[in-house]
């Protein structure tokens, strides 16, 4: 059977039109079931808990649920993995963090491409650093810690949630601005370093205030700086890295979280979560929670994302090849 040029014509302007009206009415309808939004750790840890609070505010602006689930493993690796072969419909999202630069410098090869394999959707927010130690610790200050890391090295431990975490590049940028020779214990999430801390099981850890904030107030953890341009009105009583006389202004935003969706999606669909994040942020409710958490609401566009990941990738690898750690 043939058909006339009629015919044929016909057919290929109804395969045209439908290619043309696909994506949009799949943006309209979006979206129609809940979505999901990729941690790439286990529960307990800042990743997760800012995760969950934006899962359900972004389910409140969008309509729809929005289901944080944790998928650990591989310094966040598999979780973004995952992400990066899901189908870019919209309904699989990344809570991407500070290893979204790192893990090109800590890996040979990875199963995506940082740069290419995900489609940035905004920056949630940052975080300062802090530097902390058992309640009971003799160390009362940085500047304890530096004069007796010095005197005897390898005589100090620090605790971190896993190779490239932000609790464990916090210490090495630490390590290597200062010339300091201390060990570093490894354990599978940054919730299991703080509370080995906390048990004198190591004697410092690096990390935000929203994981530490609990076990400062129960009295098992001791904050001895933190690394902000500015004092934390969550901690008055705390100096700054710089007012130790230690800056190290690569902590001063040592940790940053982003959502992100599986390359290729949909740019009506990209602006409509784009537009959502933003709206989640700008309320009073979501917004006064972060800054009470010392978490910085993020802001800008999907490209400054995309510009922010890169620029912290330099920032690292330059950081991650001072402190003599490979890529494996």
């Known amino acids: 059977m043939h058909l006339d040029r009629r015919q044929t014509n016909r057919a290929a302007l109804a395969l045209l039109l439908l290619a043309v009206t696909a994506t949009p009415a799949a943006a309209q309808s979006y979206p129609d079931k809940p979505i999901k939004l990729v941690i790439p750790y286990s529960p307990g840890g800042p990743t997760d808990v800012l995760g969950r609070i934006m899962a359900d505010h972004l389910g409140r602006v969008l309509k729809q649920s929005v289901v944080a689930e944790n998928r650990p493993g591989g310094g966040g690796v598999i979780a973004m993995a995952q992400v990066a072969r899901s189908t870019p ?12 630069a790192v893990s090109p410098a800590l890996h040979k090869s990875l199963p995506f491409d940082p740069a290419r394999s995900f489609t940035p959707i905004g920056l949630v927010a ?19 810690v530096v004069a007796q890391a010095k005197a005897a090295p390898r005589s100090l431990a620090y605790a971190h949630g896993g190779i490239g975490s932000p609790t464990h590049l916090g210490p090495e940028v630490f390590k290597a601005r200062l010339g300091l020779d201390v060990i570093s214990v490894p354990y599978r999430s940054s919730g299991e370093a703080l509370t080995a801390v906390a048990a004198g099981h190591a004697q410092l850890v690096f990390t935000g205030l929203s994981a530490a904030r609990p076990l400062i107030d129960a009295g098992k953890l001791r904050p001895l700086a933190i690394a902000s341009s500015k004092r934390s009105p969550m901690l ?14 690569e902590l001063n935003v040592g940790s940053w979280w982003g959502v992100l969706a599986p390359p290729n999606l949909a740019p009506a669909i990209t602006r409509q979560l784009h537009s959502a994040l933003r709206a989640a942020l700008a309320s009073p409710e979501l917004s006064s929670r972060l ?9 800008g566009t ?8 890169a620029n912290e990738a330099r920032t690292w690898a330059g950081v991650l090849q001072r402190a003599g750690i490979d890529p494996e």
């Open 291 to 299: 800054v009470a958490m010392t978490f910085s609401p993020g802001s």
């Open 302 to 309: 999907p490209e400054d994302l995309q510009a922010w990941i």
């Open 126 to 144: 940052t975080a300062p650093m802090l530097v902390l130690v058992p309640h009971d610790s003799p160390l009362r200050s940085v500047r304890d």
């Open 236 to 249: 008055p009583d705390v100096p700054t890295m710089e007012e130790t006389g230690f800056p190290l202004p």
């Open 89 to 100: 419909d919209g309904y699989t999202l990344l809570f991407g963090d500070i290893n979204m």
